[in-house]
RNA sequence: GGAGGGAUGGCGGAGCGGUCAAUCGCACCUGACUGUAAAUCAGGCGUCUUCGGACUACGGAGGUUCAAAUCCUCCUCCCUCCA
């Protein structure tokens, strides 16, 4: 399929494209001239992670081809739960929290955008900025009679919970009004045509259309993207049990370069043309690299990803510091320090060191680790988890390198108090 | 409103008076093999421990018993069928 807009064809062959409401319509739109896209974010947590990323890039290269990217908080929808495919209601949170939670987001936004005043500069704005003051009565009258309850019952999320005769809220019913709203709105203020986003987004994306042409008339368009799953099926952006995080504060460019770096084999194409803005034929040359050559295409993907999220110098730091860890087999600058203090490893075992160091999450499984052979300090392998720490080698000076398994490596830093 | 069924570790799902910290699968962790991959194989997978054990756990609260995840009562929440 080839494609008008620079914008539909580079989504296209990197993989982007899973709905749209009108693929040609946008072509033709996008292709007279700058048009104004957004994306919405709920701001549920202090961070955005890798499964955020993937429409983060949409609006990347939204901008790049020359249009204007709307990064729309939902500091107002945050604050009514989205109705969840679980079974339970999800717990409403403060407007502090959400604020503090937007405030924390909006830094990694832009590093992938660039936010001004120009044609085609990145907007941030919050829908509590329409939502926050909107007045209940005006609000039914103008966008309720435009929902018809008979429509919304069949939505999944709602269907699901009626379905087995669960709770469902009213004020969780009203999320997908006020998320459809949003549209209408943005299409009032900066002219917004297309929203795009997650396939899990299609409905209320759809909604907010719609309303948009009962109530302005308005040609809008929708784009969302596929799920992203691993090549073994699970869920992208999940690792150790945790989500990688885009924020440097939750998530070290170190952390950050290792999640690309240990990319599935099978998967290594695909990371790099939704994550990266390599030129396609570079990545088609990465992807064919063989064997145990593909390692090469994987440092790329973790360097590019990296740069993106923290910078040039923070990337080229990561990669050095798995250079020397992974490749010399000695200790980067880049490790994660825990600073124990000295006091606490008088008379402690090496067991509790590795859970001191946060490596181990009890003392139980601190000893499983070094019993099965996975606990290593200053790269020598450790075997009695009753063992004492040798204090000698403790006042040594430089920091000491904890590994548990052949991955995860700490540098504890003993301090005095 | 009536009649049944169910709530077990991150998830699924056994157990139905002692031998149950609880079979098994998934997920997760470690080791081996490798390429910081996948697949495979092996081990582990509540907390503490002087490694003898101790403690906390099977929706919640009581009770029966030498002994309960297992039996009884009440409560909460779910599911199925009938109105």
Redesign the pocket.
């Known amino acids: 399929m080839k494609f008008k807009s620079d914008f539909l064809n580079i989504m296209n062959e990197r993989g982007f494209i899973h709905q749209a409401s009108d693929l040609a319509g946008l072509d033709a739109k996008l292709s007279e001239g700058v048009c104004t896209g957004y994306i919405g974010y709920d701001p549920t947590g202090p961070s955005l992670h890798v499964g955020h990323l993937y429409t983060i890039m949409m609006l990347r290269w939204f901008q790049v081809c020359g249009h204007r990217p709307i990064s729309l908080m939902g500091g107002g929808t945050a604050l009514i739960p989205d109705p969840t495919l679980k079974d339970k209601t999800r717990p409403l949170l403060t407007p502090e929290s959400i604020a503090g939670n937007i405030e924390s987001i909006k830094t990694v936004f832009s590093k992938f955008l660039t936010y001004g005043d120009g044609p085609t500069d990145a907007v941030m704005v919050n829908n509590y900025d329409w939502l926050g003051g909107a007045r209940y009565i005006d609000f039914l009258r103008e966008v309720g009679t435009h929902f018809t309850i008979n429509r919304m019952l069949t939505f999944e999320s709602v269907k699901m919970r009626l379905d087995?005769?669960?709770?469902m809220t009213f004020i969780e019913f009203n999320y997908m009004v006020l998320q459809g709203y949003d549209f209408v709105e943005l299409y009032r203020r900066y002219g917004t045509v297309l929203q795009m986003g997650g396939s899990d987004q299609w409905g209320n994306i759809i909604n907010g259309l719609e309303l948009g042409r009962k109530m302005d008339g308005a040609a809008l368009f929708a784009l969302t993207a596929p799920l992203l799953t691993t090549s073994?099926g699970?869920k992208m952006g999940k690792t150790?049990?945790g989500a990688v995080w885009l924020n440097a504060d939750q998530c070290s460019p170190y952390g950050y370069w290792?999640f690309w770096?240990?990319t599935?084999?099978a998967d290594v194409g695909r990371m790099l043309k939704v994550f990266t803005d390599l030129p396609m034929d570079e990545i088609a040359r990465l992807e064919g690299l063989g064997?145990?050559e593909?390692?090469e295409a994987?440092k790329i993907l973790a360097f590019e990803a990296t740069r993106l999220c923290h910078g040039q110098e923070a990337a080229l730091a990561a990669a050095e510091t798995?250079r020397k860890v992974?490749e010399e087999g000695g200790v980067g600058n880049d490790l994660p320090v825990a600073e124990v203090r000295r006091a606490d490893l008088m008379g402690a075992s090496v067991a509790d060191l590795f859970v001191r160091a946060g490596l181990s999450?009890?003392?139980?499984?601190a000893?499983?680790?070094i019993e099965?052979?996975?606990a290593r300090v200053g790269d020598v392998l450790v075997s009695d988890p009753?063992g004492q720490i040798d204090g000698a080698f403790l006042s040594a000076g430089g920091p000491i390198k904890l590994s548990?398994?052949?991955?995860?490596h700490v540098l504890v830093r003993v301090i005095e108090s």
């Open positions: 087995r005769e669960l709770p073994s699970a150790e049990g290792q770096r240990n599935e084999d064997g145990a593909i390692n994987k798995a992974f999450a009890s003392k139980g499984e000893r499983r680790l099965g052979g996975g009753a548990a398994g052949k991955k995860k």
